[in-house]
């Protein structure tokens, strides 16, 4: 009985210690499984947590209209921004003397602003006298697209070069009247390297269908020989002086603005003056039917790189 007894207590003793030992098993086995959720969801979602936490407490400080910054947040701080400088402010220190000179606002007179145009001239060469004529038409319409030559009085004031593509007998004529460049072959041969040393191409009638395969090259230079603007012409001779003595052709532009230089500031007031009219005189007589009232609406004049000068309508 007693050995029983003995034998009982023991098996009994053995089963606590398993339980024990089982229980401190699963908690062993429990914790690293807790710690390896923690570590897997890592500071990463902690983070994140935090981020939408404050996010949240701030759209609720918004609904509210606190806007006292919070602990642990500072206060951004605006940069200083420079005002805004007019255009005037950012030329150059000798535009900004020359502008000076003329009166915001004022109309001048034509002649007056020829004057001034003189005196402002910025750089330390002698400037063209540039004359800018806004017209009341619409360039896209045929009989609007103004285009013409006129000779000015004065000259231009510039060595212009010319070369004329006609026979022998009409390139000798030339050569005498002042040309350049003269002869078929002679002309033919700088088109074909494309060496364009000269201002002016003049044609004879029966040689512009020589010049068809060069219109690519001479087109969009203005080169190209044109019945209207005087260049294409059988009597080559009279071209040539008319050409050098400042016959010059013009074009109204996209925005209806007709841009044409009217001699040097070297000139003085007087001779820019009837150079200008010259101009001016000629737009108004190829003022198209179809337009009613007065063709030219504003007029502007400036040297190269100075400031513009308005001109009164009235003074024209």
């Not at 940069?79 to 000798?94: A, C, E, H, I, V």
Request: proline share 4%; glycine share 8%; net charge positive.
């Amino acid at each position: 009985m007693a050995t029983k007894k003995a034998t009982k207590e023991v098996t009994s003793k053995v089963e606590e210690l398993e339980t024990t030992a089982v229980a401190a098993d699963q908690t062993a086995t429990e914790k690293p499984t807790t710690e390896k959720t923690a570590a897997k969801a890592g500071k990463r979602s902690e983070k994140v947590q935090k981020e939408t936490e404050q996010k949240l407490a701030k759209e609720e400080r918004k609904a509210k209209g606190d806007t006292t910054p919070q602990e642990g947040t500072e206060a951004k701080v605006k940069q200083k921004q420079n005002p805004t400088r007019s255009r005037l402010d950012r030329r150059g220190k000798n535009y900004r003397k020359a502008a000076g000179q003329i009166e915001a606002g004022k109309l001048y007179s034509l002649k007056d602003a020829l004057e001034l145009a003189t005196k402002t001239n910025v750089g330390k060469f002698d400037g063209t006298v540039e004359l800018h004529v806004n017209l009341s038409v619409d360039p896209r319409h045929a009989d609007q697209n103004i285009r013409g030559t006129v000779a000015l009085p004065n000259g231009t004031g510039k060595a212009v070069r010319i070369a004329v593509f006609a026979d022998a007998a009409q390139s000798e004529k030339a050569k005498k009247a002042g040309a350049d460049v003269a002869g078929e072959e002679e002309v033919l041969a700088k088109l074909d390297k494309e060496q364009l040393d000269f201002d002016v191409l003049i044609s004879t009638p029966q040689n512009m269908p020589k010049l068809g395969k060069y219109a690519r090259l001479l087109g969009p230079r203005g080169l190209m020989p044109n019945p209207k603007s005087g260049t294409v012409t059988a009597n080559v001779a009279k071209a040539v002086e008319e050409a050098k003595a400042g016959r010059v052709e013009y074009r109204v532009d996209k925005q209806a603005i007709v841009h044409q230089a009217v001699g040097k500031v070297s000139f003085g007031g007087d001779k820019l003056y009837t150079n200008a009219k010259a101009v001016l005189d000629n737009l108004n007589a190829n003022k198209p039917a179809s337009i009613k009232g007065a063709l030219i609406k504003g007029v502007a004049v400036s040297t190269t790189m100075g400031p513009g000068i308005r001109v009164d309508n009235s003074s024209l």
